[in-house]
């Protein structure tokens, strides 16, 4: 099962997964976490690592991601969840974190119940909807990518 916490596509990944028919056989759930409230609230980002390191940092985008897989699919093994957190702009960036900046998390419940979570950064040029759509591929080649190590 899949699930997914958004912020900076706003829920274009779910979107993006649903248009392929059956996918109701293999997509649990899709969060917008757009907020850092509803980051908390709805996938238990702890408050003090958003004030500590930013919305759009490693530990939020990996604690989104574990977030997502906790709640998906009554646990199931095997339960694939993606986050997503950045900076599309055209404002919002600083020095340390220009626009572009996007932090990935990956999520994926073992067979011992254990969620094993992996993360990275990229950094993408151009517009907003640029930076969407480049998040959006990078967060499906991330997820197609893992899910062949696990076969």
């Known amino acids: ?83 997503v957190t950045g900076i599309a702009g055209p404002s919002g960036g600083s020095r340390e974190k220009p626009v572009g900046t996007v932090w990935f998390g990956l999520a994926m419940r073992k067979g011992d119940g254990d969620i094993q979570v992996t993360s990275w950064r990229l950094v993408f040029q151009g517009n907003r909807q640029a930076v969407r759509l480049a998040t959006v591929e990078a967060a499906l080649s991330g997820m197609e990518s893992l899910l062949k190590e696990q076969m």
Request: aromatic share 4%; glycine share 10%.
């Open 1 to 83: 099962m899949l699930a997914t916490a958004e912020s900076c596509t706003g829920g274009m990944i779910i979107s993006r997964l649903t248009d392929i028919a059956g996918s109701s056989d293999v997509i649990d759930r899709g969060f917008i976490t757009y907020s850092n409230a509803a980051k908390s609230e709805l996938l238990g980002v702890p408050d003090d690592i958003i004030m500590q390191f930013g919305a759009v940092s490693q530990p939020v985008a990996e604690a989104m991601a574990r977030g997502a897989c906790a709640s998906s699919a009554s646990g199931a093994n095997g339960t694939l969840a993606v986050s």
